[in-house]
């Protein structure tokens, strides 16, 4: 399986969450957690970042190749 990308120019993950996590995984030495609006925060060496849905994160992952 290929590395997802470093996140290091995504947006700061807010502090605290409201919304229910649905599920946690971890690919490539990041770990993402899911939640129930549609919302993704990755966790990875150089910190936690959020992205408003999957399509934002796999845009900015498609816009580091």
Request: no cysteine.
């Amino acid at each position: 399986a290929e590395s997802p990308p470093a996140v290091e120019n995504a947006e700061p993950a807010p502090e605290a969450r409201s919304t229910p996590m649905v599920r946690r995984y971890e690919s490539g030495g990041v770990s993402y957690e899911l939640y129930a609006d549609g919302s993704i925060e990755a966790q990875t060496e150089s910190g936690k970042y959020h992205f408003a849905s999957l399509a934002d994160l796999k845009a900015f992952i498609e816009s580091k190749k």
